[in-house]
């Protein structure tokens, strides 16, 4: 049976280095900030919301909130993003995703200053990660890396097969396995032999959105399958991805939901934040 990774764990960890980090750039005079901006009432948007500024709190950084009515108008969240923009003791904008339909979400994360935008969604960050050099890491693909690493697994030569093509999760995921010297393959709805390709990978991650879309037959024994997905099952309980269950016998470790890749994107989110308020050091 394999090992199941637990993410809160993993989190604490890494989120301890980062209090120790954030209590020795206070000491220097700065304290870490971050704008969180919601727009309207989804409920799944508060709760998110509400946990990152529950990290922000556990670690010493300070977090603002703006909670705009669900009949804000773009020009009026550009002119917040702008005074955000400018303001000094905001290191990172973080504007919850997904926003009413009367804005333009592309509009808005252009509009973030690229060295505030700790989700690393603005055209600039998703450049450099693309050439490697970059300064903010995309925070889901970013937690799955640690989780990777945790396993011990060495990912260079290793066949990766990621299972969507997202902006947020799939298409930076691939870039950083490659980054770490992995041989990376995109599945998607459109690919054919799907089941053969993810049957042949040592590592998977799994995006996709569909509950248990990764059945123990199309995992290799001893692959190491990292579970993305957030979804309700038959039974309205969360699930993966990954029917975890039945490919837990199969892989060598995998990743629960909830908390598996949950915990770390918060925590990454938190890292980014201390990269961008690094810059006032200076
Ligand atoms: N909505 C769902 N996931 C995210 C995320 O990672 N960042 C932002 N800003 N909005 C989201």
Redesign the pocket.
């Known amino acids: 049976m394999g090992i199941v990774i637990d993410g809160r764990a993993v989190a604490a960890k890494v989120r301890c280095s980062i209090k120790e980090e954030t209590e020795k750039m206070i000491a220097n005079g700065v304290t870490p900030g971050l704008a969180v901006v919601i727009v309207g009432n989804n409920q799944a948007?508060r709760a998110?919301v509400n946990n990152k500024e529950k990290a922000c709190e556990e670690v010493g950084i300070r977090s603002e909130e703006y909670a705009l009515p669900e009949e804000t108008t773009e020009a009026e969240l550009l002119e917040l993003i702008a005074k955000l923009n400018a303001k000094e003791d905001v290191d990172g904008i973080?504007?919850?995703?997904?926003l009413p339909n009367q804005i333009n979400e592309e509009t808005v994360l252009n509009a973030i200053l690229p060295s505030k935008d700790v989700?690393a969604?603005h055209p600039v960050n998703v450049g450099k990660i693309m050439i490697g050099n970059y300064d903010f890491l995309?925070?889901?693909p970013a937690g799955v890396m640690e989780l990777i690493k945790e396993t011990g697994t060495d990912i260079t030569g290793k066949k990766c097969v990621v299972i969507g093509r997202s902006n947020?999760v799939g298409k930076p995921m691939a870039m950083l396995l490659l980054h770490a010297h992995g041989t990376v393959t995109i599945c998607h709805s459109r690919t054919k032999d799907l089941k053969e390709i993810v049957k042949d990978a040592d590592i998977i991650v799994a995006a996709v959105g569909k509950a248990k879309f990764v059945t123990a037959d199309m995992v290799k024994y001893g692959a190491v399958v990292i579970d993305v997905g957030m979804n309700r099952d038959e039974n309205g309980k969360r699930c993966g991805d990954v029917d975890f269950e039945a490919v837990k016998n199969v892989a060598s470790y995998i990743t629960p939901v909830p908390f598996g890749v949950g915990p770390m994107?918060i925590t990454m989110?938190l890292k980014n934040t201390l990269k961008a308020a690094e810059s006032r050091l200076k």
């Open positions: 948007s998110y973080l504007v919850q995703m997904p989700d969604f995309p925070c889901t947020i994107t989110l």
